[in-house]
């Protein structure tokens, strides 16, 4: 009677998936605490409300940072309040839980993963690298005896990995990804403009008219913050080309940990992987003309995976209706 969970554990966001039901759950893995009596107040949409908007003694942040637990506690109630939101609170069956780490990730902070989610109720937890599950999830028969590059970019991490015969054969992780963005956005626009914006302002500038490279016919917006000198709130007009150079040294170090993956790569493999391109997944790789940066830069074709956001989630479903057939290859237990 056991039930099955796979838990996308991203920075940004965490996605719930059901075997048989599919994506259950996408909220921001935020929770706000109330600092005089250290008690969690709300998770997840609530919380990420209340982001930059807080009296003094509350806080809102997110308790994983570039992909692993930076504040153990909260996680697991994180992870309890989500296992028991998606199976109700009168479920008496523990789940089975399989969690999504980065390729990177040490024992320790896998380790950390598994006993969070033990804790918070699950019955058996499995961790599996984030290039896998997106592989997975994207439609790549990762199985079979030929070379497959994921770029999966998400709000901490950029997972790059050569896939082959069901385990990765090359793989490197980097804590430059969707968050660090949006910090030289922010940056950016307070140096250049004298303007203080927030976190989810900076946000919508990337969404709405970030690009990768920079484009002839611009998106413009315009963004309110305080000004830095007067105090005051302000508004300016910002371009897409003024964002393609705020994200530019980030996009570099991208494209610079791909390009180090492919340098490991065997011959064999990387003759794969110019026939079958890059296949890119994670919300953040949906920055508008990213493919069309990675093909300038690496000279190997690259294509956004369709439903690039969801395919980690996805991962996870598929490799929990098929335990058996990649717990061997893939997955570590505690």
Same mark, same amino acid.
């Given at each position: 009677m056991a039930k099955k969970?796979?838990? =996308?554990?991203? $920075? $940004? +966001?965490?996605?719930?998936?059901?075997?048989?039901?599919?994506?259950?759950? +996408? *909220?921001p893995s935020v929770v706000a605490v109330s600092e005089? =009596? +250290?008690?969690?107040?709300?998770?997840?949409t609530e919380a990420k409300v209340m982001i930059g908007r807080t009296p003094g003694d509350i806080i809102a942040y997110r308790p994983m940072k570039d992909g692993v637990i930076a504040d153990y506690r909260v996680t697991e109630a994180m992870l309890r309040y989500y296992i028991d939101k998606t199976l109700g609170k009168w479920n008496i069956f523990k789940p089975d839980?399989?969690?999504?780490?980065p390729a990177g990730v040490t024992s320790t902070e896998r380790r950390a993963v598994i006993e969070a989610a033990m804790k918070a109720g699950a019955r058996n937890a499995y961790v599996v690298k984030e290039p896998i599950l997106a592989a997975i999830g994207a439609g790549i028969p990762i199985q079979e005896a030929a070379g497959h590059m994921i770029v999966d970019i998400g709000g901490g991490t950029t997972d790059v990995a050569v896939i082959s015969l069901g385990g990765i054969v090359a793989s490197t992780s980097v804590k430059v990804a969707g968050n660090k963005m949006d910090v030289a956005i922010i940056d950016y626009i307070k140096k250049n403009f004298n303007l203080i914006i927030g976190d989810k302002m900076a946000e919508d500038v990337k969404i709405k008219i970030g690009s990768a490279t920079l484009m002839d016919e611009e998106l413009t917006m315009n963004v309110k913050g305080r000004d830095f000198i007067l105090g005051l709130p302000r508004t300016i007009e910002l371009k897409t080309n003024e964002v393609v150079k705020a994200i530019s040294k980030e996009l570099r170090e991208m494209i610079k940990a791909v390009k180090e993956v492919l340098q490991e790569t065997p011959p *064999?493999?990387?003759s794969d992987i110019i026939d079958r391109g890059i296949i890119m997944t994670g919300g953040s790789s949906q920055l508008r003309n990213f493919p069309e940066l990675m093909f300038?830069?690496?000279? /190997?074709k690259a294509v956004l995976a369709k439903?690039?956001?969801?395919? /980690?989630?996805?991962?996870?479903?598929?490799?929990? *209706?098929?335990? =058996?057939t990649y717990k061997k290859s893939v997955i570590s237990k505690r």
């Open positions: 969970l796979g838990i =996308d554990l991203g $920075t $940004t +966001n965490i996605l719930v998936f059901v075997p048989g039901k599919g994506i259950v759950l +996408n *909220e005089s =009596d +250290n008690k969690i107040l709300a998770i997840g839980v399989l969690i999504s780490v *064999e493999l990387a300038r830069r690496t000279g /190997v439903d690039a956001y969801f395919c /980690v989630a996805k991962g996870t479903g598929v490799a929990l *209706e098929h335990l =058996d």
